[in-house]
């Protein structure tokens, strides 16, 4: 017998098609598509109610910026991977020339490496300061522990014996990084012609914002004639109930010309990013206060917030802290070491030494 199954399904797709409602350039159907029947009544897509539209037009915004999202982390994961890559096979190559210098094996190079022993203080130090997110006694986790950190003892030291074998050798990867088209509007701290211009998205009761914030202080006193330090808002409030407040609170102290010190302040507690407790501390820092609880209520200052949260959101920032070391994306929280090396990398790619003396030189706060 032949196979009729070809010919019922083209039957079937053919049948689908006439009663499918024709869809416009968007993905939705046209005005006229009909919808359901009451007896002879068509009903169409156009009757449909107000809300259908406003759901199907969230959905499309959701889809379109998870897609911007997803291109953005493939690029960048992507250059990770170059530049990843890129270091390991340098550093193989500095090794094996070493070796041949030193005429030992690459394997008896890196015995040499010396790493040094984790004491018993080593690891009460480190229990004692991450005992709240470990959560367990220290005697059932003293073992691994110590594995861990003879392990990161281990890498560092390795990292440090490589990294000299470049400066010996002069060696460096050169490829060019991957850089963002990232304004850099806002409440600004540092030399206006600086070499290195730091963005940062940040939320105000975000705790890993709060953590990265020394380090940022610390790396604007190192280099306080090439790094500027520029604050945008992304207040995520689905997770921080307080923070679209407390950035509005950092733009009305702004305009009476003291954000840095509400950020500070904001910072230090947060806790206390309340309606109440930010008038306080607006008090403490003498702004003046009817200029202060009005700006809060404000409109303007909410669409100021706002236009940030978007940009943010638009340069692929999904979480905070976000921040782009001229162009470069830096996701979340980092040591300071790390931060320091990427800004001598642009030092030196922009003609600089980067190594800086530190000078008394105040960064300027704007």
């Given amino acids: 017998m032949p196979n009729t199954a070809p010919v019922r399904l083209l039957m079937l797709i053919s049948a689908a098609l006439s009663i499918a409602p024709a869809l416009g350039a968007d993905g939705t159907p046209a005005g006229d598509s009909e919808m359901?029947?009451?007896?002879?009544?068509?009903?169409?897509?156009?009757?449909?109610?107000?809300?259908?539209?406003?759901?199907?037009d969230g959905n499309q915004t959701r889809y379109e910026q998870q897609l911007h999202q997803l291109a953005l982390d493939?690029?960048?994961e992507i250059q990770s991977l170059i530049e990843?890559?890129?270091?390991?096979?340098?550093?193989?190559e500095l090794l094996r020339q070493e070796a041949q210098a030193r005429n030992v094996t690459v394997e008896d190079l890196e015995?040499?490496?010396?790493?040094?022993?984790?004491?018993?203080?080593?690891?009460?130090?480190?229990?004692?300061?991450?005992?709240?997110?470990?959560?367990?006694?220290?005697?059932?986790?003293?073992?691994?522990?110590?594995?861990?950190?003879?392990?990161?003892?281990?890498?560092?030291?390795?990292?440090?014996?490589?990294?000299?074998?470049?400066?010996?050798?002069?060696?460096?990867?050169?490829?060019?990084?991957?850089?963002?088209?990232?304004?850099?509007?806002?409440?600004?701290?540092?030399?206006?012609d600086a070499r290195v211009t730091i963005v940062e998205f940040s939320d105000f009761q975000c705790p890993f914002c709060q953590k990265l914030?020394?380090?940022?202080?610390?790396?604007?006193?190192?280099?306080?004639?090439?790094?500027?330090?520029?604050?945008?808002?992304?207040?995520?409030?689905?997770?921080?109930?307080?923070?679209?407040?407390?950035?509005?609170?950092?733009?009305c102290a702004s305009d009476q010309g003291?954000?840095?010190?509400?950020?500070?302040?904001?910072?230090?507690?947060?806790?206390?990013?309340?309606?109440?407790?930010?008038?306080?501390?607006?008090?403490?820092?003498?702004?003046?206060?009817?200029?202060?609880?009005?700006?809060?209520?404000?409109?303007?200052?909410?669409?100021?917030?706002?236009?940030?949260?978007?940009?943010?959101?638009?340069?692929?920032?999904?979480g905070t802290p976000g921040l782009f070391i001229n162009g470069r994306f830096v996701n979340g929280v980092v040591p300071l070491e790390d931060l320091e090396k990427l800004v001598d990398d642009e030092l030196r790619r922009s003609g600089g030494s980067g190594k800086l003396a530190l000078t008394t030189d105040k960064p300027v706060a704007r």
């Avoid at 604007?220 to 997770?239: S, T």
Wanted: hydrophobic share 40%; with cysteine.
């Fill in 213 to 251: 914030e020394p380090e940022l202080k610390q790396l604007m006193q190192k280099y306080p004639r090439d790094v500027r330090l520029v604050y945008r808002q992304l207040p995520l409030i689905e997770l921080h109930p307080n923070a679209l407040l407390a950035a509005k609170a950092s733009l």
């Fill in 84 to 92: 990843s890559n890129a270091g390991r096979y340098l550093d193989d």
């Fill in 258 to 318: 003291k954000f840095w010190e509400m950020h500070d302040a904001m910072f230090a507690d947060q806790n206390a990013l309340g309606g109440e407790a930010l008038k306080k501390t607006a008090d403490k820092l003498h702004l003046k206060a009817k200029a202060f609880d009005t700006c809060l209520d404000d409109p303007k200052i909410a669409a100021r917030v706002e236009a940030d949260a978007k940009a943010g959101i638009s340069y692929g920032v999904s």
């Fill in 36 to 56: 359901a029947m009451i007896g002879a009544r068509r009903l169409t897509f156009s009757e449909l109610p107000a809300t259908a539209s406003k759901e199907i």
């Fill in 111 to 192: 015995k040499q490496i010396k790493v040094p022993e984790v004491t018993d203080a080593d690891l009460h130090a480190f229990y004692d300061a991450n005992a709240p997110q470990i959560g367990k006694p220290f005697a059932a986790i003293s073992s691994q522990l110590g594995q861990y950190l003879r392990q990161q003892a281990a890498e560092r030291e390795r990292r440090a014996f490589l990294d000299g074998l470049r400066a010996k050798y002069d060696a460096r990867v050169t490829i060019e990084p991957l850089r963002e088209q990232v304004e850099p509007v806002g409440p600004s701290l540092g030399r206006a």
């Fill in 74 to 76: 493939h690029k960048r």
